[in-house]
């Protein structure tokens, strides 16, 4: 394909991604394939010669499709959303035509200085204070390694880079049993060791860490002559919603001396609604902050913002300056890359520009405002119905419930063969959990295009499926 051919494909593309979105509410939510039944459809082997871009194209409709979920889908309800508004899509097309690698600034400065910009935008979009600095990483699993890894060297005084781990002191990293999995394979690729991230107790309504049991873990580490570096507290953890008391966190970090990661990746874009800000009390005294804008924002994936108060700490753990990375003749310039793990990096910034600017802070705080309000009426109307109970409340969007007929005695398979049943119909996707060892269903309401009717479509097939089933 030369420019000239691409230009008139490229005008397909766009019908077609428009047709795509337009017709989402006629497709099953999630793929109905079974495993391998795709693979058995490629070619085992690429092809010697070329082949026609019609026949790639059908084989997209024909063979891909009928095996993609589709997270845009205005009825998908499971996991934590991953949208793409139309304005991020378009700008996606142009970060993809320009196809700059936007690791140093010589190497596409307005790329760097964007990138500086978008990221106070956040910043004062979410109430972080003025100091706070921001970079846009792959994922909020990135930002979180990064964090790990400074929360290391800080600890150590930097000696974990040079010298290895071997004959370090060992450390130690606090956090509850609900935060994401990414804080495990942190720690793990940190080199600290599952067996060193000490899981505090959480409880209570908002399912916070105990701040009494997280004191007497430093203190009985410190007493076994361990050093603690560091605490991972959490903000809508992922399961239902876990959210940490972070101004009292940071009281036992400032007493101890400990770096403070918070992960808000989902519940981080909410805080563009002053009235939300009350969840995350206290942020502005830690040390890294990460939140998901590729995920309830609407900028496609990916597009993570991760604020340091001290961006200093993150490069003197991460940069390396050899003389081909060294930009010459230019005095107080931002090299992104030394505040990432990879040293290749995407033109993000220009996503999140678009999106700020085509819908502005309202348009996106009234989105999730309309979201939050619809999930908790959903809320309502299940605990209101006979059958079933919330079992945790809504945290902004996400709740979760369950289904507790009289007479049945196996809750946890009953409630498993309904968010299958569901699932199968297609009409909507859910996701399952456990909360104190029980499975639960999780509802959270955050696609880009839903609206109103479709979390009552949602009720609709929730109580028409549950109908069918027989207590056991």
Known sequence: MDWEEFRARGRAAA??????????????????????????????????????????????????????????HPRFFAYFPAN???????????VSAIAAQCMLWQTSPAATELETRVCDWMRQAVGLPAGFAGVIQDSASTATLCA????????????????????????????????HSSIDRAIWIAG?????????????????????????????????????????????????????????VMDVAEAEGLYVHVDAAWAGAAMICPEFQTLWQGVGRADSVVLNP???????????????????TLVRTLAIQPEYLKTHGADGIINYSEWSVPLGRRF???????????HGLEGLRQMIRNHVS??????????????????????????????????????????????????????????????DGALVIRFQAGAFGA???????AYDVIIEIAATFKPD
């Open 15 to 72: 019908d077609w991604a428009a047709d795509y979105h337009l017709t989402l509410r006629d497709r099953p939510v999630r793929a109905q394939t079974r495993p391998g039944e795709i693979l058995r459809r490629l070619p085992a082997s690429a092809p010697e010669t070329a082949e026609p871009v019609d026949d790639i194209l059908a084989d997209l409709d024909q063979v891909i499709m009928p095996g993609m979920t589709h997270w845009q």
């Open 84 to 94: 793409a508004a139309p304005v991020s899509v378009l700008a996606e097309s142009y």
């Open 148 to 179: 790990v890894l400074a929360m290391r060297e800080r600890a150590l005084g930097w000696a974990g880079n040079r010298e290895g781990l071997s004959g370090q002191p060992t450390l130690r990293v606090y956090a509850s049993a609900e935060v």
């Open 192 to 248: 600290i060791g599952e067996a060193n991230l000490v899981r505090i107790p959480s409880g209570g309504p908002d399912r916070a860490m105990d701040l009494s049991a997280l004191s007497q873990a430093i203190e009985k580490d410190r007493a076994a002559g361990l050093m603690p570096a560091g605490i991972v507290a959490c903000v809508g953890g992922t399961s239902a919603g876990a959210t940490d008391d972070i101004d009292a």
């Open 294 to 312: 590729h995920k309830w924002l609407g900028a496609q994936f990916d597009c993570t913002t991760h604020f340091l108060k001290d961006p200093e």
């Open 348 to 358: 993000r910034a220009l996503k999140l520009w678009f999106l700020l600017r085509a």
């Open 374 to 435: 619809w999930s908790e009426a959903l809320a309502r109307r299940l605990n209101e119905t006979e059958g079933f109970e919330i079992v945790t409340a809504p945290m902004l969007s996400l709740f979760t419930f369950r289904y507790a007929p009289k007479g049945a005695a196996d809750l946890d398979t009953l409630n498993q063969r309904l968010v299958n049943t569901i699932n199968d119909d297609g009409r909507i996707y859910l996701t399952q959990t456990r909360i």
């Open 451 to 457: 609206t109103a009717e479709d979390v009552d479509a």
